[in-house]
Structures are given as structure tokens and as C-alpha cells.
């Protein structure tokens, strides 16, 4: 049962645009939700996190927004660069729980942004 | 502070085989987990340990298995390779596991099973 599904699949920005990724949860019990962004040949690394209780994150040009009714968040990348072209995913976790070290991952946006 | 550490990063080995994949978390860090990614299946969580214990694990079956070390070092092993078996293994570590704790991740064991 895939608990976290994320969309688009893949997306192409130019340069100066905006990325949106949208991502869509079941679990009730998930108080915790990171985004990752991984470049080939390397592990995912946390780019921002945010908790049920707060509706928007913003962290530079990264913000995630958050609609704990409809069981989204989403990441938009305002003024996205070419250096943001990587993989990204979003994730779950019932941190106050006893799912220990279980991050539940969606399937992941391959991003590319054109010069 | 030095990263997460996995050796070796690269792996080649055949159907039936075992083998055993290393990870050194950061310095202070006592919570480890293990995840397999493959393009099919995605990010999928094998299993976590603490203070040498394993606490939580995934829909694996049992030829997957891992240890913690009392240095927090871990090693996951996988017996009876598949062809299916083939993918990056990654490991991740956070200070303790809790409310808003963070896993970091090492650049993965990429194994290809033949």
C-alpha cells in the first residue's frame, strides 16, 4: 500500500521559474514531513521539514505548504536554477510514535531545469 | 562533523551469494536504518537499530538482516542473492528517534546482483 504518492513524476522548469511538487498522504497518525532532494550518486539529503500544526515553511527560495484537512503539502521552488536539478522526494513520518526510523517516501520528481 | 560512511560503495555479485554492507554513523548518533531504493519500488525501509537492538523493520523477507555494533556501527546482510536484489542500499542515522529528528543519509552501496 503506497501510503505517500507524489506527483508530477517528473517536471521541466526554465530557469527563474517555479517548481511545484505535490505530494498526498493517508496516515493520519504522520506528524512529520521532510523533503528530500538527491543528486546522482549520492544519498538524499534534507532540504526542508515541516509539522501538521504549521500551514507554510519557507527556508530561501524553498517553501512547503500544508493542508492537513486534504492530507497534502506540497514544495514550491520559487526562482528555480539549474543547480536544482536533482531528484526530489517527499516524506512521512509518525516521529512521535513507534515507527523508529521509518521515513514512508513517495515515489519521487525528477526535476530538470533548463538554462 | 564527518558524514554517514558506507562501504564498500559498489558491489558486483552473483545469485545465491551473500553479502554484507557496512555503515558508519555520524559521530554521536545512536539510531541507524536501512533503506533499499530501486527505480520500480522507490525508497523502501529495511530496518532500524538502536543501542545494538533492533527496534522497527520493514516487508522484507528474513534473508535481509542487519546488527548494530555498541560503537553504533551497523551492518546489513543479505543472504541468497536475487536478481531482484540488485539496487542502492542506503543508510541514515539521527541522534535518538523522536519528534521532529532528522536522518541523514551516506551516498549509498550500489549492488548489482548477476
Known amino acids: 500500500q503506497q501510503q505517500v504518492k507524489q506527483s508530477p513524476q517528473s517536471l521541466i522548469v526554465q530557469k527563474g521559474g517555479i517548481s511545484i511538487i505535490n505530494c498526498a498522504y493517508e496516515?493520519?497518525?504522520?506528524?512529520?514531513f521532510p523533503w528530500y532532494q538527491q543528486f546522482p550518486g549520492k544519498g538524499p539529503a534534507l532540504l526542508i521539514a515541516i509539522r501538521p500544526d504549521v500551514s507554510e515553511k519557507k527556508e530561501g527560495r524553498f517553501t512547503i505548504s500544508f493542508n492537513k484537512s486534504a492530507k497534502q503539502f506540497s514544495l514550491h521552488i520559487m526562482d528555480s536554477q539549474p543547480g536544482d536539478s536533482a531528484t526530489y522526494f517527499c516524506?512521512?513520518?509518525?516521529?512521535?510514535?513507534?515507527?523508529?526510523?521509518?521515513?514512508?517516501f513517495g515515489q519521487g520528481t525528477i526535476l530538470t531545469v533548463h538554462p | 562533523k564527518a558524514g554517514v560512511t558506507q562501504t564498500p560503495r559498489y558491489l558486483i555479485k552473483t545469485r545465491g551469494q551473500q553479502v554484507t554492507l557496512s555503515c558508519s554513523p555520524i559521530?554521536?548518533?545512536?539510531?541507524v536504518s536501512w533503506y533499499q531504493q530501486t527505480p520500480g519500488q522507490g525508497l523502501q525501509f529495511l530496518f532500524e537499530?538502536?543501542?545494538?537492538?533492533?527496534?522497527n523493520k520493514g516487508n522484507f523477507p528474513g534473508r535481509f538482516s542487519g546488527r548494530q555494533f555498541s560503537n553504533s556501527r551497523s551492518e546489513m546482510n543479505v543472504s541468497t542473492l536475487e536478481l531482484g536484489d540488485s539496487a542502492l542500499y542506503l543508510c541514515a542515522s539521527t541522534l535518538l528517534w523522536g519528534a521532529a529528528e532528522t536522518q541523514y543519509f551516506g551516498p549509498g552501496t550500489r549492488l548489482l546482483v548477476l
Open positions: 559521530s554521536g548518533h545512536r539510531s
Open positions: 537499530y538502536f543501542s545494538e537492538t533492533q527496534r
Open positions: 496516515n493520519t497518525a504522520f506528524d512529520y
Open positions: 516524506a512521512a513520518v509518525n516521529a512521535g510514535g513507534t515507527s523508529y526510523g521509518k521515513l514512508t
